[in-house]
């Protein structure tokens, strides 16, 4: 049988992305969360604040080297498996992938290393400005990935000569139609995703009975920031559903299921799409509501699958349950942020272990919606490449064969297993050993031996529960 370099390349892209997206829509929001607990700190010289920023500090340093292993692969990609697309889009790629690496990795790292062992190094005010500099560079660097990525999804500012892609307006090419609606999208999922990680750490301590003074102070102030933002997404969301349906109505049909052109369009709740006969199978829905969501009129009109080729219909299966699944996700976590805000307005938000452990549950939660959105962003754009100018066979190597992708996927797939494996030890290690207070010991000859933590056995002390 005869290995097919096409479809191994996109499963090889698929992985490497979906492995690499978990991370940074984490670092994002976590690194905002690390910049206002710095200033707490500054400004009120409460103790609490400055230990929660020393302890996400050091969790956001592991998933920050873990997504930048995770992301160097997909550059080497390009040019091993898309050589063809790398070549045709180069002059607007090329430079808006340089822009990220001079404007923002630079940034990160640089500061990274003064937020993470600066803190009785250099003077308080330059420790707070380096929380800001790395919080400010993750979303530059968002900026430039979201920008290279939409501009995939909706094209603009470009035009196809001699086999090349030539930019005719950057402005238009970096801010294109779908810009603005993925950037602010994805933005408010990295806060629900890193709001909802620091809510359930932070329920999991005040059940275990750990540090408890200090969890309860990241609990209540992130429950109230995810009854803000929860409810945002769902309107972000949808006017960013508005926009895909007006420029890539293909997608939006796979999304709904919809094969037919019709008015009124259900929504469906379940179905099992089937391709090759060009129907549903089993569907239970909603009348009209699809039309009202996507119209905002019940009898509007959204056109089907089938007013569009075969050839050029995306895979309805995974973008119509993917859809599902982030959707669904989004909605629980809605339920979630405003129970938890109703909880605290009656003061029972400690007491209510029921939701604290709701909370522990819930901290995969906004990786799995954000993994389903890629998907559906990703695979409901096929066949195309860039949007209506190139599809993905046409972008891959010539010289691929079956046999190379395949050993290549099966060395990402070993790499990335130490990677996350080695990822998660150490996340749980410093989940495990909890919030705890730095320590400076000095040696009998006057030098600080290695900082120690409050967690360390002390004479004639027990060691505590997270060290044994």
Same mark, same amino acid.
């Given at each position: 049988?005869?290995?097919?370099?096409?479809?191994?390349?996109?499963?090889?892209?698929?992985?490497?992305?979906?492995?690499?997206?978990?991370?940074?829509?984490?670092?994002? +929001?976590?690194?905002?969360?690390?910049?206002?607990?710095?200033?707490?700190?500054?400004?009120?010289?409460?103790? @609490?604040?400055?230990?929660?920023?020393?302890?996400?500090?050091? &969790?956001?340093?592991?998933?920050?080297?873990?997504?930048?292993?995770?992301?160097?692969?997909?550059?080497?990609? /390009?040019?091993?498996?898309?050589?063809?697309?790398?070549?045709?889009?180069?002059?607007?790629?090329?430079?808006?992938?340089?822009?990220?690496?001079?404007?923002?990795?630079?940034?990160?790292?640089?500061?990274?290393?003064?937020?993470?062992?600066?803190?009785?190094?250099?003077?308080?005010?330059?420790?707070?400005?380096?929380?800001?500099?790395?919080?400010?560079?993750? /979303?530059?660097?968002?900026?430039?990935?979201?920008?290279?990525?939409?501009?995939?999804?909706?094209?603009?500012?470009?035009?196809?000569?001699?086999?090349?892609?030539?930019?005719?307006?950057?402005?238009?090419?970096?801010?294109?139609?779908? /810009?603005?609606?993925?950037?602010?999208?994805?933005?408010?999922?990295?806060?629900?995703? +890193?709001?909802?990680?620091?809510?359930?750490?932070?329920?999991?301590?005040?059940?275990?009975?750990?540090?408890?003074?200090?969890?309860?102070?990241?609990?209540?102030?992130?429950?109230?920031?995810?009854?803000?933002?929860?409810?945002?997404?769902?309107?972000?969301?949808?006017?960013?559903?508005?926009?895909?349906?007006?420029?890539?109505?293909?997608?939006?049909?796979?999304?709904?299921?919809?094969?037919?052109?019709?008015?009124?369009?259900?929504?469906?709740?379940?179905?099992?799409?089937?391709?090759?006969?060009?129907?549903? @199978?089993?569907? &239970?829905?909603?009348?009209?509501?699809?039309?009202?969501?996507?119209?905002?009129?019940?009898?509007?009109?959204?056109?089907?699958?089938?007013?569009?080729?075969?050839?050029?219909?995306?895979?309805?299966?995974?973008?119509?349950?993917?859809?599902?699944?982030?959707?669904?996700?989004?909605?629980?976590?809605?339920?979630?942020?405003?129970?938890?805000?109703?909880?605290?307005?009656?003061?029972?938000?400690?007491?209510?272990?029921?939701?604290?452990?709701?909370?522990?549950?819930?901290?995969?939660?906004?990786?799995?919606?954000?993994?389903?959105?890629?998907?559906?962003?990703?695979?409901?754009?096929?066949?195309?490449?860039?949007?209506?100018?190139?599809?993905?066979?046409?972008?891959?190597?010539?010289?691929?064969?079956?046999?190379?992708?395949?050993?290549?996927?099966? +060395?990402?797939?070993?790499?990335?297993?130490?990677?996350?494996?080695?990822?998660?030890?150490?996340?749980?290690?410093? &989940?495990? @050993?909890?919030?705890?207070?730095?320590?400076?010991?000095?040696?009998?000859?006057?030098?600080?031996?290695?900082?120690?933590?409050?967690?360390?056995?002390?004479?004639?002390?027990?060691?505590?529960? /997270?060290?044994?």
């Amino acid at each position: 049988m005869e290995l097919d370099p096409l479809f191994i390349s996109r499963l090889q892209f698929a992985f490497v992305v979906s492995f690499h997206a978990i991370f940074p829509v984490f670092t994002i +929001g976590l690194a905002s969360y690390i910049a206002v607990l710095e200033t707490l700190a500054l400004r009120t010289k409460n103790p @609490h604040w400055e230990k929660l920023a020393t302890f996400w500090t050091k &969790i956001f340093a592991v998933v920050f080297g873990m997504g930048v292993v995770s992301g160097l692969v997909m550059a080497f990609q /390009f040019g091993t498996n898309w050589s063809n697309f790398s070549y045709t889009a180069s002059n607007f790629l090329g430079p808006i992938l340089a822009y990220e690496v001079v404007t923002a990795f630079f940034l990160e790292a640089a500061f990274l290393g003064v937020l993470l062992f600066g803190r009785t190094k250099v003077p308080p005010g330059l420790h707070l400005l380096s929380a800001y500099m790395v919080a400010i560079g993750t /979303f530059i660097s968002s900026f430039w990935i979201l920008s290279a990525n939409s501009w995939m999804q909706t094209p603009a500012g470009v035009e196809m000569r001699d086999g090349m892609i030539h930019v005719t307006s950057w402005l238009q090419a970096i801010f294109n139609p779908s /810009f603005p609606y993925r950037f602010a999208h994805m933005a408010l999922a990295s806060f629900l995703t +890193g709001g909802f990680v620091v809510a359930g750490v932070s329920a999991l301590y005040i059940l275990r009975g750990h540090a408890v003074e200090t969890a309860s102070k990241a609990l209540k102030m992130t429950v109230a920031l995810l009854a803000v933002i929860a409810p945002l997404q769902l309107f972000v969301g949808d006017a960013h559903g508005l926009n895909t349906l007006e420029h890539q109505p293909a997608k939006v049909a796979a999304m709904e299921g919809a094969w037919d052109t019709e008015s009124g369009l259900p929504l469906l709740l379940f179905a099992i799409p089937d391709q090759e006969a060009q129907e549903n @199978h089993f569907e &239970i829905g909603i009348p009209k509501l699809a039309s009202l969501i996507l119209t905002h009129d019940l009898d509007g009109t959204v056109q089907g699958l089938k007013s569009f080729p075969v050839a050029e219909q995306p895979p309805v299966f995974p973008v119509f349950w993917s859809f599902r699944v982030m959707v669904g996700i989004g909605i629980l976590m809605i339920v979630a942020s405003l129970w938890g805000a109703w909880l605290t307005w009656r003061g029972k938000l400690l007491q209510s272990r029921g939701y604290l452990r709701l909370l522990t549950f819930m901290i995969p939660a906004p990786f799995i919606a954000v993994l389903a959105g890629w998907f559906v962003t990703e695979i409901g754009r096929q066949p195309y490449l860039i949007y209506g100018m190139m599809t993905a066979s046409e972008a891959i190597t010539p010289s691929l064969q079956g046999w190379m992708a395949l050993v290549t996927l099966i +060395g990402y797939i070993a790499v990335y297993a130490v990677v996350f494996t080695a990822g998660i030890h150490f996340l749980r290690k410093l &989940i495990n @050993h909890g919030i705890t207070e730095q320590i400076q010991v000095v040696s009998d000859t006057g030098r600080p031996k290695r900082p120690l933590s409050a967690a360390d056995p002390q004479p004639g002390s027990a060691p505590s529960f /997270f060290n044994a």
